[in-house]
T-cell receptor
Framework: DTGVSQDPRHKITKRGQNVTFRCDPI?????LYWYRQTLGQGPEFLTY????????KSRLLSDRFSAERPKGSFSTLEIQRTEQGDSAMYLC?????????????FGSGTRLTVV | AQSVTQLGSHVSVSEGALVLLRCNYS??????LFWYVQYPNQGLQLLLK??????LVKGINGFEAEFKKSETSFHLTKPSAHMSDAAEYFC????????????FGTGTRLLVSP
């Protein structure tokens, strides 16, 4: 068990470009979550998957954001036409439905800087 | 709906002093409560959690927290601060039914001086 892995750790992009982040959850975890954390704030929920189904999306997830988990394993978060306001740490977490709160584990995050 | 309020964006203590970080929650159903620590440019590490049972919860690194339903509080304490405790601390809440997501407070930065 290597924990939740996120790639890349850091991403600098120019405004208007598209970016994609990847999250590899703990292998036996069937739930996967994305959060966004801006400077000086706590993480804010974006969306979550149970297996490959996206079950909830926050109002923070604008039309420029899309998340997928095609085979119920890794997930990608894409941001199209990035804006400076998208600069943040994007955190992924995973958990097991059977363990609920007891197995909730965060990755180290991807820090996005839009210039 | 659930929400969390962390009183004090910054708390300063001397090494060896008591650490007290405050968290009050609002929840329409019995909550799960969590404390996480975050070091610079890193993800979140779970310190401790309350789900059911004993209201005094012990976590890692000597931290503990007490769930007080009557006060809707879940304050984090540590008897003696260490320099390595300097970090950002987040309180979070989730409904104990279904457990889909966490709602975080805005965080408290703990500063420890020698």
């Amino acid at each position: 068990d290597t924990g939740v892995s996120q790639d890349p750790r850091h991403k600098i992009t120019k405004r208007g470009q598209n970016v994609t982040f990847r999250c590899d959850p703990i292998s036996e975890h069937n739930r996967l979550y994305w959060y966004r954390q801006t400077l000086g704030q706590g993480p804010e929920f974006l969306t979550y998957f149970q297996n490959e189904a996206q079950l909830e999306k926050s109002r923070l997830l604008s039309d420029r954001f899309s998340a997928e988990r095609p085979k119920g394993s890794f997930s990608t978060l894409e941001i199209q036409r990035t804006e400076q306001g998208d600069s943040a740490m994007y955190l992924c977490a995973s958990s097991s439905l059977s363990r609920g709160a007891n197995g909730y584990t965060f990755g180290s995050g991807t820090r996005l800087t839009v210039v | 709906a659930q929400s969390v309020t962390q009183l004090g964006s910054h708390v300063s203590v001397s090494e060896g002093a008591l650490v007290l970080l405050r968290c009050n929650y609002s929840s329409s159903v019995p909550p799960y409560l969590f404390w996480y620590v975050q070091y610079p440019n890193q993800g979140l590490q779970l310190l401790l959690k309350y789900t059911t049972g004993a209201t005094l919860v012990k976590g890692i690194n000597g931290f503990e927290a007490e769930f007080k339903k009557s006060e809707t509080s879940f304050h984090l304490t540590k008897p003696s601060a260490h320099m390595s405790d300097a970090a950002e601390y987040f309180c979070a809440v989730s409904p104990n039914t279904g457990f889909q997501k966490l709602v975080f407070g805005t965080g408290t930065r703990l500063l420890v001086s020698p």
